[in-house]
């Protein structure tokens, strides 16, 4: 069954870190563009990363350049977003998500809430 998890989210500090998770199965993530999208109550959902397939190329939002990183384990089927320097603004539910053969497959999404 084609299927995206995440994992990782929680309760942490500002300034503090993150690595959420998103294990595929069913479809191998390599051979996909992989994305991270989050979205905050009461605004819409944005996209904040992606690793492309062919030669793992990333995009960044402008909201989280420097301070995250997507990142592939093939041999895991996972994809990763390491999240430092975590801001309250950073605070959403974040989801994976991919294209596979015409159809969008979504997570269920991991919260992430930054607070002091």
């Known amino acids: 069954q084609l299927q995206l998890v995440e994992s990782g989210g929680g309760l942490v500090q500002p300034g503090e870190s993150l690595r959420l998770s998103c294990i595929a199965s069913d479809f191998t993530v390599a051979w996909y563009i992989i994305s991270w999208f989050r979205q905050a109550p009461g605004k819409e959902r944005e996209v904040v990363s992606c690793i492309s397939s062919s030669d793992g190329s990333t995009y960044y939002a402008d909201s989280v350049k420097g301070r995250f990183t997507i990142s592939r384990d093939n041999a895991k089927n996972t994809v990763y977003l390491q999240m430092n320097s975590l801001k309250p603004e950073d605070t959403a539910v974040y989801y994976c998500?991919?294209?596979?053969?015409?159809?969008?497959?979504w997570g269920q999404g991991t919260q992430v809430t930054v607070s002091s």
């Open positions: 998500y991919a294209l596979v053969n015409t159809r969008d497959l």
